[in-house]
């Protein structure tokens, strides 16, 4: 059961374009969502968070949207640059208390030069 | 501040061997968890530590999964007999005590490859 899904498996944009990675999720009881940047032979770092009570957050070229009624997210890059490229993973957690987050499947970004 | 250690970086293993991995959590994290993460898939976690006590092992296969965390401070994942399927990155991470300005994040060192064949 896949409580956390990335449906897109890949996108390519180009340098300077605007990059949208998307993030589904089905558990009501999720109430902090991150995104997770990996680089090939690295592990995970961590890029930008949202709490369930907010639904925008700005860092920078990165801003996470969040629709709790769509149970959507989505991670907005901009301007994209060649350095992005990278695997995107949406992660949840599920309520105050319960430190352990539940990934999807990521979203692998090419930005072209 | 030095991050997430952990080792072998790759390890390469014949079915129904053993094999261990080790993890050096950041300084003063008291959470620590292991992920398994497939090819293709988001990382799972395997197993949860507070301390040296175990917070949740729910999803571990206890039949040849163990994992440890004496002194509460390194962490040590084993599997035996390995299978097939164990192949895997093995990703350890930590987290600051509740309270910190970052205790939401979860900080990831860069995981030990797995190949069992």
């Known amino acids: 059961d896949q409580q956390v899904k990335q449906n897109s498996p890949s996108l390519s944009v180009q340098e300077g374009r605007i990059s949208i990675l998307n993030c589904d999720y089905t558990?009501?009881?999720?109430?902090?969502f991150l995104w997770y940047k990996k680089y090939p032979a690295e592990g995970p770092t961590f890029l930008i968070s949202?709490?369930?009570?907010?639904d925008k957050n700005e860092d920078g070229r990165f801003t996470v949207f969040l629709n709790k009624s769509a149970k959507h997210l989505s991670l907005h890059i901009v301007p994209s640059q060649p350095g992005d490229s990278a695997v995107y993973f949406c992660?949840?957690?599920?309520?105050?208390?319960?430190?352990?987050?539940?990934f999807g499947k990521g979203t692998k970004l090419s930005v072209i030069p | 501040e030095a991050g997430v250690a952990q080792s072998p970086r790759y390890k390469i293993i014949e079915k129904r061997q053993s094999v261990a991995f080790w993890c050096n959590p950041i300084?003063?994290?008291?959470?620590l968890y292991w992920y398994q993460q497939i090819l293709g898939q988001g990382p799972k976690l395997l197993i949860q530590?507070?301390?040296?006590?175990?917070?949740?092992d729910s999803q571990l296969p206890k039949d040849r999964f163990s994992a440890e965390r004496l002194k509460g401070v390194d962490s040590t994942l084993k599997i035996q007999p390995a299978k097939l399927e164990d192949s895997a990155v093995y990703l350890c991470?930590?987290?600051?005590?509740?309270?910190?300005?970052?205790?939401?994040?979860?900080?990831f060192g860069s995981g030990t490859q797995l190949s069992v064949l």
């Open positions: 991470a930590s987290r600051p005590l509740q309270g910190s300005v970052h205790n939401e994040k979860l900080f």
């Open positions: 558990n009501s009881m999720f109430d902090y």
């Open positions: 300084s003063g994290h008291a959470t």
């Open positions: 530590f507070q301390n040296n006590g175990v917070v949740d």
């Open positions: 949202i709490s369930s009570i907010k």
């Open positions: 992660a949840a957690r599920r309520g105050a208390g319960s430190y352990q987050l539940t």
